[in-house]
């Protein structure tokens, strides 16, 4: 049972296609039901998991981030107020990833509306890190990217709105994708912040999110904001070769209060790209300072837009009322948790008379300045490299009562989700206490491919991604 489920992606679409999948799922099942009670990882497990080993993906098992729509299946965003909610259609993600013959396995646990950086505002539980049950696993994907490192699942589809697929991936040591904004169809995802978000995998190895991506990205007719741009072969970048790549490392990525054990993982990941012929170039990206500040004033207005619907009239949750604008507050208290709550209300205040000016639209200002400096770079080097989050996974709980502290967290990866720019996280290494290390890469809008292509050099060189946590 370990073995079939410690396969990569590519190695068990090989063995389903010749073998047949059904040992492949049963592994898988009974595994993750023994593992889940730990972990929590998964919110519920398909009841329709078929065993056709078919398409190019074989019918091998991904699980699916708890906000992006199945055909049929509860889709609930981790929170009360979606309780019940079956949409009646597929996302596009989920259809290509029918098209392509892959099983749905399960829907994964994940931060509240995706409002979290820790995986603990779930209304179901917080997800644990199967490095360290004490420990959170990261958000808001925190479920997608404990089933992969806990091998509960092949891979799995996350979301990242201002790093949601990568800092889980960081924390959990695992392989996470954010595509340029627009290179995957956002048609069937429950919306956070809608010029932000992008669906991407989160694997075992770069070759497999690499397979993945060939799959799901594309244009769609159905997302006015999905690119038409062509999609590349993608496992076709796989090369290991980056001799003559320029690599950047911006000096404001490097800053005081950032882990000195994750500092020097991540430098000393630049003297593995030096080693193999690339040239490490320090480069400066002068806004990074605002990009938290700015992402809290443009995301959580488009939050309270996009929340607005819930209201006990359409979807899930309805509390009982003795009038229409009693049931909406009462809805509204009952199903929504604190984060929810928290961004609902500053989203609304950004939005309101008197203050758009002052901060929504001060800060979609200074979104254009931050997207320049990474053009600017670009003109300089090919690929940014820093710390994909400037801790390893904190305990469950430390950081719940400090919303500051918390928001922090992703102030490495929110600068691409303002930039619209493709960025992954990578493992790199471990601290002294044995909890992973992820380091970021960062690339030219549309150019994944090179970025896959130096996390590939990188992985295959230094090998840190076979190592797995101690369980059961």
């Given amino acids: 049972m370990t073995g079939l489920c410690s396969l990569t992606f590519k190695e068990a679409i090989g063995i389903a296609k010749k073998d047949g999948v059904q040992p492949i799922l049963d592994a898988f099942q009974k595994r993750a039901q023994a ?11 398909s009841k329709t998991a078929s065993a056709h080993a078919a398409g190019a993906l074989g019918g091998v098992p991904i699980s699916i981030k708890d906000n992006i729509c199945i055909d049929g299946a509860e889709v609930t965003c981790a929170s009360k107020i979606l309780a019940k909610h079956v949409p009646p259609y597929d996302a596009t993600v989920i259809t290509k990833l029918k098209n392509a013959g892959a099983t749905l396995f399960g829907q994964c646990n994940m931060d509240e509306f995706a409002f979290g950086s820790s995986c603990e505002t779930s209304a ?77 995998p989160l694997t075992k190895t770069v070759e497999d999110a690499a397979i993945l991506m060939n799959i799901l990205c594309g244009h769609d007719p159905k997302d006015s904001t999905s690119s038409p741009e062509k999609v590349p072969d993608f496992t076709q970048a796989l090369t290991r070769n980056v001799k003559g790549l320029k690599i950047g490392l911006p000096k404001e990525y490097f800053i005081e209060g950032i882990d000195p054990e994750i500092e020097k993982s991540v430098r000393q990941a630049a003297e593995v790209y030096q080693k193999l012929g690339a040239e490490i170039k320090t480069i400066s990206l002068p806004h990074t300072e605002y990009s938290v500040a700015v992402y809290y004033v443009v995301a959580v207005a488009e939050a309270s837009s996009n929340l607005g619907r819930f209201d006990g009239v359409e979807y899930g949750l309805r509390a009982p009322a003795k009038d229409l604008r ?61 710390p994909t989050s400037p801790t390893a996974a904190f305990k469950i709980g430390e950081k719940a009562a400090d919303p500051i502290a918390m928001y922090l967290s992703d102030i490495f990866t929110i600068p691409a989700n303002l930039a619209g ?52």
């Fill in 35 to 45: 593992l889940n009670p730990k972990i929590n990882a998964f919110l519920r497990f």
């Fill in 124 to 200: 179901f539980g917080p997800c644990r890190n199967p490095w360290d049950l004490e420990r959170v696993p990261g958000g808001s994907s925190g479920g997608s990217a404990a089933s992969v490192a806990a091998d509960m699942t092949l891979a799995a589809l996350g979301s990242d709105t201002g790093g949601s697929i990568r800092q889980p991936a960081a924390l959990c040591s695992v392989v996470g994708v954010k595509p340029t904004y627009g290179r995957v169809s956002r048609y069937g995802l429950i919306a956070f912040g809608s010029s932000f978000d992008q669906i991407g």
């Fill in 421 to 472: 720019i493709p960025a992954m996280s990578v493992p790199c290494g471990f601290t002294s206490g044995g909890l992973p290390i992820g380091m970021q890469l960062m690339a030219r809008p549309f150019d994944e491919s090179t970025m896959l292509r130096a996390a590939h050099a990188f992985e295959q060189e230094t090998g840190v991604y076979k190592k797995k946590p101690t369980l059961n």
């Fill in 326 to 386: 009693e049931m909406y507050f009462e809805t509204r208290d009952r199903g929504f948790g604190h984060e929810a709550k928290r961004r609902v209300l500053l989203g609304t205040f950004v939005l309101s008379a008197g203050y758009y000016e002052a901060y929504y639209l001060k800060g979609q200002k200074v979104r254009t300045l931050i997207r320049q400096d990474f053009e600017k770079a670009f003109k300089e080097v090919d690929v940014i490299l820093s």
